[in-house]
Every structure is written in structure tokens, then in C-alpha cells.
């Protein structure tokens, strides 16, 4: 039995590995598009850390302790890098891929199956992901916003909100049926970037609103990173971590088979 | 443990059946797009399916290529479940969809390397194959340039040139010609009668009898989702049609006149049939009919005799042109 299931694993693997090599190789002419990506959420944090930041100084948390506004934002700018370029990679270029270029029509008739290539994407979209939140960690440093050493763990925390959003992503492109959907989108993302405590700490919305916040899949990957970034750990880190994973699962789930549905008609 | 099921390769087996479909349909909500089918494809021979847009010929080949589950009925490919084995099927299949569906991202040379990899072809073996293609397929030149740069007979050759990375059992081709020009066309037929050459399995739909007569060992008419006759072109023109066929134009005369001259007709050939813009009589001799229409004192503007064709075949079954007004 396992025997099975090992080479089950590695030809999904080798399947959404081959996928992998087709994203690679088609955006290797693209690169100016990745680094335009990572420049964006740079400029928020210049524009938000050190602009606002020094105007407001030192905040005090509600747990009592007393933190720079920059050493506050920074975390939560970086938590919505990590966002953009995950849900940019996943529902904008996969929803081009699939209802635009029709690239997964042709792969229809290989053995990869729709959940290698809902696999493939998340890997995909991954690494991009990877290569802006390692370039934002690196300036982080280099402003000294990083506390200690044990601060590059928010760059696995990141990965977890990759993750979500890879899996939300998905979702997302094979539900759009047009371009002005992705406005939809954009909103929810924005209010999510405005309110899900990248600013202010929930506890200072009224009470009617935090409920609200605590859904949003941001709030949770901005406060597992910014709790490594400021080092303050608890057992509320597994909780996100939790529900980071569950979008991620759901997500591919619904996204494979959404496309199987479209696909194999 | 038993050895049945094993054969040594390069000893291709004839009678070995690749696909067989018994009462095979296929609905989509309250439209039944195939109507119970059956057919058999053996290794080695080039089918094809012959038949108007909307006989259910592509449907048929998307169950084929595991891509369309079957509604009802039976299908096996290689011996095995389409329903259940899908990805095992595909990967021993080559498939050229109508539409192409190449890679617009990706380069002439990209697109067969990356599709080799999804069929777990290594790099390096997939490079190779690949540039063996493109020669096959007369592309070498064009290897560096965009898909879209190319004309459409160049992408259906691309097409097929992939459909051949995985050194398929079976080679499944939708509407292979449709929409090229004259020339493109005979050299897509010129590459399919190479591979045939080298004892590849061919399965084909069209709507041009030209290319069922000249491509096909054994085929199928379709119609309205049902196999309406099969055998091999000379058997099907046989059966169904006199040896020759007489098409006599009257001018300006339409629809209704032809039919109305069509009665007058009666007897000069073995049946008679009004088009829109010409009647055929099919006749075993073109010199009777003529010495016939001679006799009775009619004249046509136009005579034509010729050997019978597919198309006729169609035209006697279904009552309708294959190609309606394409042009």
C-alpha cells in the first residue's frame, strides 16, 4: 500500500513539477514584470513606515509593550507583499491562462490531471511569492527593523499566507467569468489591507467591526508574521496557522474541481 | 501470476483492438450529441469519422482522448476505462485538437519540450525529440518564433508534431485540414501518410470526403449522433451508390424548378436527386443516361460525368451536402 502511495506522490509531483517548468519558462522573457511586483510593496514601506511612522513614533501595544510604528507596520506591509503576489500569480494569471489563452486546453489531453495542474500553480505561485517576501525581509534588515535573528522566521510565517492565498486565488480564477470581476477583488483586498490591523490594532475598532476582521484571511497571516517579527509567540500563532492551511486545502479543492467541471465536458 | 497481456513490442498484432464502443452516448442536459455508437478501431489502420459539423464526431473523439466522460454505454481504449483510467489512457494517446491549443506563451521549440514534460519525458530526451519533430513536420526553421507567429498550417503541423512527443499507439486528429488552404492541406495529408507509412494508428474526423477517401482504410458515417453506414471508402460507394454520377445544371433554374425537372427525369438514371443549384442521377453508365436525356429532348446547360465519391454516399444516406455552402 504504501509502495502505491509513494508513486502516487511522485508522479503528482513529477506532474505539477512539470507544470512548474512551463510557468518558468514562459515568464523567463517576464522578469520585469517580478520586479516591478517587489518594488511596489517596497514603496508602501517607505511610504507608510517611515512617512507616517515618523510622525506618529513610538505606539504602545495593547499587552503594554511599547514598539516603533515602523517595527509595527513593517510586518503587516510585508504579510500583504506576500498576499499580492500570491492572489496576482494564482487568480489574475491563472484565470488568463485558463479562460484567455486556453493554455490549460492543450494540457487537457496529457495525464496531467486538474489537480496536478491546481498543484503546479500553488507551487508556482510560491516561489514568486518566495522571491518578493525574501527581497522585503532583506530591506526589513537593512532598516533595522528586524529585532533578532529569530525575525527571518517571517519568512516561513509568509509562506503560510502564501499559501491561503494561493489556495484563495484559485478559487477565484475559476469562478470569474470576466476582467471586471477582478475589480471585485481588488476591493476586498484593499479593505482587507486597510482594516485587517495593518494600521491599528484590532482592539481599537468598535466591537460590532472585529468579528468581521477576525474572517479575513489577512488579519491572521499579519498577526502570525508581526508576532515573530516583534517576537511575541503564543498559542494563538497556531490558530492562524490553522486557518491559513484550511483556505489554502479548501481552495485547491474547489479550484480542481471547478476545473475539471470546465475542462472535461 | 500469469503472462497473458504481455507481447514483445515491435511485433505489431493486427487484430489487436486499440478502441471499442458498444452503445456509447454522450448527452449534454436534454441534447443527445451521441446516440449510441458502436465501432471498432485495430492497431494499425488509419479511421476515420465522416460527417456533417454537429454529427457528434467530436464528441465522440473527446471520449476517446479521456477528456468527456461518457454518458452511457460502453468505451474501452487500450483495453482500459476511460471513467476510471483517464491519465494511464492519455498518456499512451496523441492528440490534435481542432482548435490546436497550443502553448501562446511558449516558443515553436518550448511548446513540444514542455509538453514532453508533461508526460514525464526527461529534458534531456525531450530536447532531442522535439528537434526530430520539428524536421518531421518541416518547422526546424522556425524553431526560435512565437506560436502566433505562425500561418495555420504551420500551427496545425506544430500541433501535430506534439501530438507525436510521447510516441503515441494512437494518433487522434479533429478536423485535421479544416480551415487551411489548398497547399497547407496537402502537406498535412503528406505528413499523415507518413506516419501511417511508419504503421502508426490513425483516428480522424472531417467533414471532406477527399481527405476520408485518401487518409482512411476503414470509416464511419455519422449523422445526428448515430453511425449511419461503415466499411472502407470503396466498400461504402459500392453499397450505397451507383458507379458513376451525372450532374446536369439548367441554367438559372433553382430549388423548386429542379425539383419540378426532376420528376421528368424519371428512369434515365438508377435514382435522381435535386439539389439546390443541380440535379445528380446516378446511373451505372454515364453514356445510357446521356443517350436517355437525348431521347426524351432534354437539354441541360451543363453535363457532367463523373465517378461517384464519398460526398454522394452522404448525400444518398443523409439527404444532405457534407460541406453546405462553405465557401
Known sequence: MSVIAYSAARATLRSSGALLNRNWIAMRRAWILVISGAVESLLFLFAFGFGVGALVGDITLPDGTTVSYTAYVAPAILANAAMMAVLAETSINVFAKFKWMK???????????????????????????????????????????????WSLLAIPACVFIAL???????????????????????????????????????????????????????????ELVRGISLGQLGPMMLVHIAYLMALCVGGMWIAQRRLARALYK | MSYEGFRLT????????????????????????????????????????????????STTMRMIGCVSQP????????????????????????????DNTLDGMLTVFENLVVYAGYFGIKRRAAREKAAELLDFVQLTARSKDQVNELSGGMQRRLAIARSLINDPELVILDEPTTGLDPQARHLVWERLFQLKHRGVSILLTTHYMDEAEQLCDR??????????????????????VTKEVVELRFGTAHTAELAALADTLDGVGAQIE???????????????????????????????????????????LTGRALVEDEA
Open chain 1, 164 to 222: 491561503a492565498f494561493a489556495g484563495i486565488g484559485l478559487t477565484l480564477a475559476t469562478l470569474f467569468r470576466d476582467w471586471p470581476d477582478f475589480d471585485w477583488m481588488n476591493a476586498v483586498v484593499f479593505a482587507m489591507f486597510l482594516f485587517g490591523g495593518t494600521f491599528t490594532p484590532v482592539e481599537a475598532y468598535p466591537a460590532f467591526a472585529q468579528p468581521i476582521v477576525y474572517i479575513m484571511p489577512l488579519y491572521h497571516g499579519i
Open chain 2, 10 to 57: 515491435g511485433m505489431p498484432d493486427v487484430n489487436e483492438i486499440l478502441v471499442s464502443a458498444a452503445d456509447l452516448r454522450k448527452s449534454y442536459g436534454d441534447h443527445e450529441a451521441v446516440r449510441g455508437v458502436d465501432f471498432e478501431i485495430r492497431r494499425g489502420e488509419a479511421f476515420g469519422f465522416l460527417g456533417a459539423n454537429g454529427a457528434g464526431k
Open chain 2, 274 to 316: 435535386p439539389l439546390p443549384d443541380k440535379i445528380l442521377v446516378y446511373t451505372d453508365d454515364a453514356d445510357d443516361t446521356n443517350a436517355a436525356l437525348e431521347i426524351r429532348d432534354i437539354h441541360p446547360t451543363s453535363v457532367l460525368a463523373r465517378r461517384a465519391t464519398l460526398e454522394d454516399v452522404f448525400l444518398r
Open chain 1, 103 to 149: 493554455v490549460y486546453d492543450g494540457i487537457l489531453n496529457t495525464p496531467l490531471r486538474p489537480w496536478d495542474i491546481a498543484l503546479g500553480e500553488v507551487w508556482w505561485a510560491l516561489i514568486r511569492g518566495f522571491t518578493y517576501i525574501a527581497a522585503f525581509v532583506v530591506v526589513m534588515g537593512l532598516f533595522g527593523l528586524l529585532d533578532s535573528w
Open chain 2, 71 to 98: 454518458s452511457a454505454g460502453t468505451l474501452e481504449v487500450f483495453g482500459r476505462d476511460p471513467r476510471t483510467q483517464g491519465a494511464e489512457i492519455r498518456a499512451r494517446l496523441g492528440v490534435v485538437p481542432q
Open chain 2, 219 to 240: 470509416l464511419v458515417v455519422m449523422d445526428e449522433g448515430r453511425i449511419i453506414a461503415s466499411g472502407s471508402p470503396r466498400e461504402l460507394i459500392d453499397t450505397h
